[in-house]
C-alpha cells in the first residue's frame, strides 16, 4: 500500500506554483489550428486498423441556471427546446464519426459530460443513446464504465431509473458545498436531501460507483463550515471524491465577475481546508489518489494504482487509458493514438459545420517523438508517485540521464527539499511531495516556459 500523503506547510508554500492538471501532454494549450479533419480521419483509421477499444465522451452543454464558479464550456438557458437541434448534429457527428471505425472495437467507457446532461428529457437521452448504440459497439453486459455527471436539482428516482435502464452504472454529483451561505453566493441552492435522493436512488437501483465533487476556496468558505460539509459528505459513503480548489480567474470567466472577491478564504485558509479536508478523509479510510482525487481502498482506481496501471486522460484518473478517447459535441477533445483534436468551442459555429455535413474539428496537436517521451514520464508520476527509468529507456530507446540531463540539477534540488527520491535508477514521489506532483510533473514539461503560467491554477 502507498505510505501516507505528509503535510508540510513549508514545501507546499515554496512549490504551490500555477501549472497544467496534465490530463494531457502536451497540454491543451499547445492546440493549434494546424489540426483538422483529415488528420483525424487518418488517426480513426489507425484505430481501426489495430482495433483497439474506444472511450466515448459526449459533451451536453445545457444548464438551466448558471453557478458563479464554474468555468466549463455551457450554454445556460431555460428554453429546453434547445437540445434537440444541437442533438440533430451531434447525431450526424455520430455518423459521420462511427463510418470510420470497425464495429467490432468495443467501447469500454462511456461518459456523458458538461453543462447537465439531465437537462436533456428522458425521450432525448433515450433517442442519444438509441443513436450511440447503432452507431458504437456498446457493451450490453453492464461490463462497461458507463458514467454520467448529474446535478441532484435536475434528477428523481424516475431519472435515475431511466438511466440505469440506458446503461449507466457510475454517477458523479456535483456538491460543492453544503452551506447555504456559501451556496447564496455561487447561486448554487441545493440541500443535502436533494443530493441523498439521489443517492439513495443509485445505489437502490444498483449503480457502481458514485462520485461527489466538492471545491474549496469558495466565497464565504470557512475551514470550519467547510469541515461540516466535508463530514456531511463521508456520512453519503461516496466511492470516491473529487475535491478542487477552486481557481478565481474572472479576467477568463465571465461568470466569476459575479463573486465578491473580497468574500474569497485566504490562501492560508484554503491551506487550512484542504489540510483538514486531507485529515478527515483520510481518517474515514480514503485513499489520495492524486490531483485532487480520493477513493476507498476497493474502488477500481485505488486497486490500478496499487497495481500500477492507473492512467490519467482528459476524463481524469481512468483505468481505461488504452482506449482511444472519441470527443462528441462542442468542444469536446479526443485523443487517438497520438492525435489530440477539439471540436469547436461555440455553440452555433459547432451546429452549423455539421449542418454542411463537415466535422467540426478545430484545433489540435500532433504527438511527436519528445511529446510522447515526456507524456509517458508525466503520466507514470502522476499515477504511480515513481518513475523507473529502465522502464522509459527500454520503451524509447534513450538514455534517461543523458536525455534529461539540464534537468538534473532543479531534480536535485527537490530531493534536496524532500519533495523525491532521486538515485541513478528511479524518481520516488515522498509522502510530503504528493500533493505536489504536478511540480514534479512541471520539470519535464518542453513547453511550460513558452506560454503564460497564469492561464493555469495553482498546485494547491
Not at 489550428?33 to 483509421?45: K, M, N
Request: charged fraction near 25%.
Amino acid at each position: 500500500m502507498l505510505d501516507a500523503i505528509r503535510w508540510d506547510t513549508d514545501l507546499i508554500r515554496r512549490y504551490d506554483l500555477a501549472g497544467p492538471r496534465y490530463t494531457s501532454y502536451p497540454t491543451a494549450v499547445q492546440f493549434d489550428g494546424q489540426v483538422g479533419t483529415f488528420d483525424l480521419f487518418h488517426a480513426l483509421r489507425d484505430s481501426r486498423k489495430a482495433l483497439r477499444p474506444l472511450s466515448l465522451y459526449v459533451h451536453v452543454p445545457f444548464c438551466a441556471n448558471i453557478c458563479y464558479y464554474c468555468a466549463c464550456n455551457k450554454v445556460i438557458t431555460k428554453d429546453r427546446g434547445r437540445a434537440q437541434p444541437y442533438l440533430q448534429r451531434l447525431e450526424q457527428e455520430i455518423q459521420l464519426i462511427a463510418c470510420h471505425l470497425d464495429p467490432a472495437q468495443k467501447v469500454d467507457q462511456l461518459h456523458f459530460g458538461g453543462g447537465t446532461p439531465t437537462f436533456l428529457s428522458h425521450d432525448e437521452l433515450r433517442q442519444l443513446m438509441a443513436q450511440l448504440r447503432k452507431s458504437f459497439n456498446l457493451l450490453d453486459d453492464d461490463s462497461g464504465d458507463y458514467g454520467i455527471e448529474i446535478d441532484p436539482r435536475e434528477a428523481d428516482w424516475s431519472t435515475m431509473g431511466l438511466l440505469r435502464e440506458l446503461g449507466f452504472n457510475r454517477v458523479s454529483i456535483g456538491l460543492q458545498d453544503l452551506d447555504p451561505a456559501v451556496q447564496r453566493a455561487v447561486n448554487r441552492l441545493q440541500s443535502l436531501e436533494e443530493t441523498r435522493a439521489v443517492i439513495d436512488a443509485a445505489r437502490t437501483l444498483q449503480f457502481r460507483s458514485i462520485n461527489i465533487d466538492l471545491i474549496y476556496g469558495l466565497p464565504r468558505q470557512t475551514p470550519e463550515n467547510f469541515a461540516r460539509t466535508v463530514d456531511e459528505v463521508i456520512n453519503l459513503q461516496p466511492d470516491r471524491l473529487s475535491v478542487f480548489n477552486y481557481a478565481h480567474l474572472p479576467e477568463r470567466f465571465m461568470p466569476q465577475r459575479r463573486i465578491n472577491s473580497d468574500e474569497l478564504p485566504t490562501p492560508a485558509q484554503k491551506l487550512e481546508m484542504l489540510q483538514g479536508t486531507i485529515e478527515q478523509l483520510t481518517k474515514a479510510g480514503y485513499r489520495y489518489i492524486g490531483m485532487d482525487h480520493f477513493a476507498l481502498p476497493d474502488d477500481e482506481l485505488a486497486i490500478a494504482q496499487e497495481e500500477s496501471t492507473l492512467q490519467r486522460n482528459f476524463q481524469g484518473y481512468t483505468t481505461h487509458g488504452h482506449c482511444d478517447l472519441i470527443g462528441l459535441g462542442v468542444s469536446a477533445i479526443s485523443q487517438i493514438g497520438d492525435l489530440y483534436c477539439q471540436n469547436n468551442s461555440d455553440l452555433n459555429q459547432y451546429q452549423n459545420t455539421l449542418a454542411s455535413s463537415q466535422l467540426a474539428t478545430s484545433r489540435g496537436l500532433l504527438c511527436n517523438a519528445d511529446d510522447r517521451l515526456r507524456r509517458a514520464v508525466i503520466q507514470q508520476l502522476i499515477c504511480t508517485f515513481s518513475l523507473e527509468f529502465s522502464e522509459i529507456e527500454h520503451a524509447f530507446n534513450i538514455d534517461f540521464q543523458g536525455y534529461f540531463g539540464e534537468l538534473w540539477p532543479q531534480l536535485q534540488g527537490m530531493a534536496e527539499d524532500g519533495l523525491i527520491e532521486l538515485d541513478n535508477e528511479r524518481i520516488t514521489v515522498l509522502p510530503a511531495g504528493r500533493l505536489l506532483v504536478r511540480s514534479v510533473c512541471m520539470v519535464f514539461d518542453a513547453y511550460l516556459e513558452q506560454h503564460n503560467r497564469q492561464r493555469f491554477s495553482r498546485v494547491i
